[in-house]
Nanobody, 123 residues
Framework: VQLQASGGGSVQAGGSLRLSCAAS????????MAWFRQAPGKEREFVAA????????FYADSVKGRFTISRARADNTVYLQMNSLKPEDTAIYYC?????????????????WGRGTQVTVSS
């Protein structure tokens, strides 16, 4: 599965961005999906995940209430709506397909990674 993330950019604190992750070559409609991020000098961390049918979404505490993950199975796309962005949200964001039908918060649970998209939030 090839995943391509897009939608990153530069915004001021308090702003919003919507990331998209499109799957090609093979459908991921039966896979859980997730977003991870990696800030400069830090390890990659979990952000949000969602099940194969768009249910069972869960989030890292740091983004809960500000970010929303969703998916459109018909076109193999997963979204991450990011509101009330903070400078500490600055990172490269990666989408990932789970090995199973449920979303995963662990890198060991990922079967495919997408190329990242840069998000920069200025204060």
């Amino acid at each position: 599965v090839q995943l391509q993330a897009s939608g990153g950019g530069s915004v001021q604190a308090g702003g919003s961005l919507r990331l998209s992750c499109a799957a090609s070559r093979r459908t991921v409609s039966n896979n859980g999906m997730a977003w991870f991020r990696q800030a400069p000098g830090k390890e990659r961390e979990f952000v949000a995940a969602i099940g194969w049918n768009g249910g069972n979404a869960f989030y890292a505490d740091s983004v809960k209430g500000r970010f929303t993950i969703s998916r459109a199975r018909a076109d193999n796309t997963v979204y991450l709506q990011m509101n009330s962005l903070k400078p500490e949200d600055t990172a490269i964001y990666y989408c990932a397909a789970s090995r199973t039908a449920v979303g995963t918060s662990r890198e060991s649970g990922v079967t495919s990674w997408g190329r990242g998209t840069q998000v920069t939030v200025s204060s």
